[in-house]
């Protein structure tokens, strides 16, 4: 059964800095490119990022680009996001879903784990 | 970007009705990659139809996907207790991917 656990989110403060991990497991890690995927609370969809099954290209939304980095250890069956100078419109519920390709393109998401919440407040 | 617009926003039906939900692209959708998504409260989406009209694994014959260009529809032939929830399209045909508002199936 393929699982996909996330943890890290909590309180940060605006500028601040939060550490998502995604721990997989049920399906060879290494050959899926992964995402996440956020949603503001009773808000909608928005695709955050990308990175290919090897960790060697990565997507990032305009929204987060040259503030979040994602990345993932094959190894350790786990993906990552750090985030940095964070905002009050980074507040979110964010999910790790898988995607159907290898690579970084535009995909459909066929897993999701439950999400992990990340509230920007002072 | 490609601009998703879904229709309605909320939809009131009863169980046993048939539910028709609406996906307009601002352009074309590349070789109708299109998905639909099923969120029920406090859960994570669910992906129910993708490149337009395939079912994924596990989903019910009731649910159904059609369209292509800019019109899509995901259609839910007798509407169960359990499918009152919110349905988003999702079009990952052209970078970057994007999503619709959604629409609320809620019980009239």
């Known amino acids: 059964e393929v699982q996909l656990v996330e943890s890290g989110g909590g309180l940060v403060q605006p500028g601040g800095s939060l550490r998502l991990s995604c721990a997989a497991s049920?399906?060879?890690?290494?050959?899926?490119?992964m995402h996440w995927v956020r949603q503001a609370p009773g808000k909608g969809l928005e695709h955050v990022c990308a990175?290919?099954?090897?960790?060697?290209?990565?997507y990032y939304a305009n929204s987060v680009k040259g503030r979040f980095t994602i990345s993932r250890d094959n190894s350790k069956n786990t993906l990552f996001l750090q985030m940095g100078s964070m905002r009050a419109e980074d507040m979110a519920f964010y999910y790790c879903?898988?995607?159907?390709?290898?690579?970084?393109?535009?995909?459909?998401?066929?897993?999701w784990g439950r999400g992990t919440l990340v509230t920007v407040s002072s | 970007e490609i601009v998703l617009t879904q229709s309605p926003g909320t939809l009131s039906l009863s169980p046993g009705e048939r539910a028709t939900l609406s996906c307009r692209a601002s352009?074309?959708?590349?070789?109708?990659?299109l998905a639909w998504y099923q969120q029920k409260p406090g859960q994570a989406p669910r992906l129910l139809i993708y490149?337009?009209?395939s079912r994924a694994t596990g989903i019910p014959d009731r649910f159904s996907g059609s369209g292509s260009g800019i019109d899509f529809t995901l259609t839910i032939s007798r509407l169960e207790p359990e499918d009152f929830a919110v349905y988003y399209c999702?079009?990952?045909?052209?970078?970057?991917?994007?999503f619709g508002q959604g629409t609320k199936l809620e019980i009239k």
């Open positions: 879903s898988r995607g159907t390709y290898t690579g970084i393109r535009p995909d459909r998401f066929d897993y």
């Open positions: 049920g399906f060879t890690f290494s050959t899926y490119g």
């Open positions: 990175i290919s099954s090897n960790g060697g290209s990565t």
């Open positions: 352009q074309s959708v590349s070789s109708s990659y």
């Open positions: 490149d337009a009209s």
């Open positions: 999702q079009q990952y045909g052209s970078s970057p991917g994007t």
